[in-house]
């Protein structure tokens, strides 16, 4: 896990969402403490590799300790129990690398309109279960390239680098977007070394995406309580031979 990182303000992270009665403040140290009635409920860390491995549902990348899709499957779906009791907030956290060129919310080759349901995000998409109905928690994204280029795919840079703007469903606080790839052209076949949504070296056309103080960190208020597990879902409308997300650890917690 990540140690304490401990954050400037003591408002906390804005709350999503109305409620009939003021939920507890989000936490503003990190990871939430269980004192704080906070339980954890899934946590990946592939640098421990000789105790944890991939979970079944994705793929075990060779080149590097992390998990990704299943070849074959554009989302590679992970369910996370979170018990037998409700909730109304989520916190978590994930590190991962971009694999090769991935299109953020371009969703070049998915039918529109996009939907929850589908690749609508190259990156990892965060979903509870209410009534059948996949309700939206936070998507990481992954963008083609750091720098801007009107002549190479515009549309596949992060929203706020010029690129696609994020589906209805998909509120503007309830996402991160980051591209490793620093260059103006894409690349196929190449693992970029770059962390995602680490708050890091977001450079030129990208350098506004990276403003929020708690990265890689959310939190988020539901609104209301919900008795659902958490879905995690690997998501690209392309193969894994020309975009996927490297997973090395997550940790996702409910109150």
Not at 106 to 120: E, H, R, T
Not at 169 to 190: H, I, K, L, M
Not at 211 to 229: E, I, M, T, Y
Request: proline fraction near 8%; charged fraction near 15%.
């Amino acid at each position: 896990m990540l140690g304490t990182i401990l954050f400037l303000s003591s408002a906390g992270i804005l709350l999503c969402g109305a409620t009939r009665s003021p939920p507890l403040p989000l936490p503003t140290v990190f990871p939430p403490a269980a004192a704080d009635g906070w339980e954890l409920v899934g946590s990946l860390d592939m640098l421990d590799y000789k105790h944890q491995k991939c979970p079944n549902q994705w793929n075990s990348y060779i080149t590097k300790k992390a998990c990704g899709r299943i070849p074959g499957q554009l989302c590679s779906s992970l369910i996370v129990p979170t018990g037998s009791s409700s909730f109304r907030q989520v916190c978590g956290r994930i590190r991962a690398f971009q694999f090769g060129s991935p299109d953020a919310f371009a969703a070049l080759f998915v039918a529109k309109p996009v939907s929850i349901d589908g690749p609508y995000v190259d990156g990892i998409s965060i979903t509870y279960n209410n009534g059948g109905q996949r309700q939206h928690v936070f998507t990481y994204a992954a963008g083609l390239m750091e720098q801007y280029n009107p002549y190479i795919y515009p549309q596949s840079t992060c929203p706020c680098a010029g690129g696609t703007q994020i589906p209805p469903f998909v509120r503007t606080a309830d996402y991160y977007c980051e591209s490793g790839n620093p260059d103006s052209t894409w690349y196929a076949n190449q693992l970029f070394c770059d962390p995602l949504w680490d708050g890091e070296e977001c450079r030129y056309a990208e350098e506004t995406c990276c403003h929020a103080p708690h990265q890689p960190w959310f939190c988020k208020n539901l609104g209301k309580r919900v008795s659902s597990d958490l879905e995690i879902r690997l998501c690209a409308d392309e193969g894994v031979v020309n975009e996927d997300i490297a997973v090395e650890a997550y940790e996702f917690y409910v109150r």
